[in-house]
């Protein structure tokens, strides 16, 4: 029995097994309507006020895990059924207040939403455009301030309130992708889009279509299936009917060499350069710091390099991501890489897979992944790119001056950001991941705890080729694109 941080989670997996279960039978189109009513059998509701209502978010959470809305470019989504339990109202005074003299708090209101009865202070929600003002003005901290959690986890404000039905609404334009409002919302109202049952579908008909369906597995696997080793998740993975399995540390060793020689090509023209391996990451600059879209790497993730790599090994191929990040479904869709990864899944909907087919992880047996270096694997950790471009540095006696700034998280990045815009930055290169602790941290991970980053490194020891050369010495990277242009 599989156990879960959370209702939330639970509830999610529950949709996508049944989801891929009926998608493996063939028979999704028949059945997919009964999935709320299988998970929510009733009579007693599991955490709403009823089943009824339960049924209805369930039908919503089905059509996520079928692919959603395909015209919506975002590949999170709200299911507005869902956003209704997180407190309408973000200011309220409390019973701190004093009823004082000074009533600071309302004339600091520039709209006039607070009002005093008998000495104590009031807020006109009607009025209230929750500048915080008030908040800030009060000297005994009577305002309470209960910011809905997943606008306090955004970090670009995408996230604002439909002011005719207070539910959450995201701006597509704004949006980075990341992931962690998914998260953070106690509820489960916000989720991302699923590609399963396309994949699925490869799968199933790979033979008539004669192609071989590839699965990249990121390196922060190391951190996920904690019931067996990776081996076994290997093998789980050829059982669902993959041709093979390679590791997207493979791709972090090309774009590795790539990444450090256009650093020496390019650093003294651009002063300073970030990484480009993290698509939240590039698109927080893109959205925030469009002064420093000419900065990123043009060197591509992982991800496209491995895919690349495949697909001019095997004419026959196609090609599916599997990884803790909401992002890269994003990324696959970016126009100058689209078509080199064919589908990106999460570990979440890896595990629905693995589980619906009937797969027992822990009984499998071992299976060989040798594909990558010790410095490839390194990248699912904060700082691990910045040490695989310093191996290449001093392997391949490059004269360059690298000091690089690793940043762990989207506050990290933009603290960086702010002081390279005012050209105070103590550095000339930023590594950019914007979940904590690195890919490890991934919004898609079957864990959301605290992560040991020596269990990447332990993994990292694992690989047979030590050196970035030496993973990549039998293929041709020159015949792989390994460039993009970055658009603001």
Known sequence: MRKFESNVQLIKYEVLREVARFAMEGTLEENYEKIPEMIIPGPKPRTRCCIYKERAIMVDRVKLAMGGDRSNPNI????????????????????????????????????????????????????????????????????????????????????????NNRKAVIDNEKCIQCGACVIQCPFGAIMDKSYIVDVIDLLNTREENNINVYAVIAPAIASQFTEANIGQVVTAIKKLGFHDVVEAALGADIVTLHEAHEFKDTIEDKKVMTSSCCPAFVSYIKKCYPEFVDNISTSVSPMIAISRLIKNIDPCAKVVFIGPCMAKKAEMQEEDIKGSTDYVLTFEELCAMIDAAGIEIEKCEEDVLNNASFFGRIFARTGGLTEAIKHVIEEENICVDFKPISCDGIAECDKALKIAKVGRLQGNFIEGMACKGGCIGGAASLHHGPKDKKEVDNYGKLAIEKGVKDAIRIFDIDKIDLHRKHKK
């Open 76 to 163: 999170i989504e709200v299911l507005d059924i869902a956003c209704d339990e997180c407190p309408i109202n973000r200011f309220t005074i409390t019973e701190a207040c004093r009823g004082c003299l000074a009533h600071r708090c309302s004339e600091a209101c520039p709209v006039g939403a607070i009002f005093h009865v008998g000495q104590r202070a009031y807020i006109n929600q009607e009025k209230c455009i929750e500048c915080g003002r008030c908040r800030d003005a009060c000297q005994y901290n009577a305002v309470s301030d209960v910011l809905r959690p997943c606008r306090e986890a955004c970090p670009t404000k995408a996230l604002t309130i439909d002011p």
